[in-house]
C-alpha cells in the first residue's frame, strides 16, 4: 500500500477532537448524564482524549467505557477462523445516559451497527450519539455521525489510517492507496 495524503497532522487532529468536544457539550448542554464509549482499538483512545478534552472545559470527569464488538459483527467468519475477542469494560449503568459511541472512522457503517447492538445488550440509554475522527462516505447502512472531525471523500480503492501516539507512536490520518494487483 502507497501513502496518498496525509490528511491529518497531531495538531489538527487535536484541534479536530477540542472542536468536537465542544459540539458535544453544546449538543447535550453540558455534561451531565454524558458518557463515552470508545469502539476497541482506537475509538478507544479517542474517547479517553475526548473526555480529556470535555474535562478541560467543564472541570468534570467523563465516564469512558470500552466496548469490543467482535461477537457482534456481520463478517466474523471473514475476519478469522478464530478471532479475538476482548472484554468490554463498562464500569456505569448506560441505562438513561447520554452514550456518545467513539470510533476512528466511519465507513460502511456496519462496525456502528455492531456497536449499538452490543451497546443496548448492556442496557436502555436515553440517547445514543456517534463521534468519529474521519467520515470517509461509502455508507452500506443508513448510520450518519453526530459530531465529525474532518469528512473525507474518498475511493473505494483507498483506505484511510489514523495513527494514534497510543498505539501507532504518533498522531496522524493518512489516506494510502490499496494494492490494486
Known amino acids: ?3 496518498k495524503a496525509k490528511v491529518l497532522d ?10 468536537i ?7 447535550n448542554k453540558g455534561t451531565a448524564g454524558l458518557c463515552l464509549v470508545g469502539i476497541r482499538k ?7 482524549r475526548l473526555a480529556g478534552c470535555l474535562k478541560k472545559i467543564e472541570g468534570n470527569d467523563i465516564p469512558v467505557g470500552i466496548l469490543d464488538i467482535t461477537l457482534y459483527r456481520d463478517d466474523l467468519t471473514l475476519i478469522s477462523s478464530q ?22 472512522v466511519l465507513y460502511s457503517g456496519r462496525t456502528v451497527r ?12 436515553k440517547s445514543i450519539q456517534l463521534a468519529v475522527l474521519v467520515d470517509r462516505g461509502h455508507r452500506e447502512l443508513p448510520i450518519r455521525a453526530d459530531y465529525a472531525g474532518k469528512n473525507i471523500p474518498t475511493a473505494q480503492t483507498e483506505t484511510v489510517e489514523v495513527r494514534l501516539e497510543e498505539s501507532d507512536g504518533r498522531d496522524e490520518v493518512v489516506i494510502v492507496e490499496k494494492n490494486t494487483r
Not at 468536544?21 to 449538543?27: C, T
Not at 482506537?42 to 479517553?48: E, F, M, S, T, W
Not at 478471532?83 to 476512528?104: M, R
Request: hydrophobic share 45%; net charge negative.
Open 1 to 3: 500500500m502507497k501513502e
Open 10 to 19: 497531531k495538531d489538527t487532529l487535536n484541534r479536530s477532537l477540542v472542536r
Open 21 to 27: 468536544a465542544h459540539e458535544i457539550l453544546e449538543k
Open 42 to 48: 482506537r475509538g478507544v483512545y479517542l474517547a479517553q
Open 83 to 104: 478471532p479475538v475477542v476482548h472484554k468490554t469494560e463498562i464500569d456505569f449503568n448506560i441505562d438513561g445516559k447520554i452514550v456518545v459511541l467513539v470510533d476512528d
Open 114 to 125: 455492531a456497536a449499538l447492538d452490543a451497546l443496548i445488550d448492556l442496557g436502555r440509554p
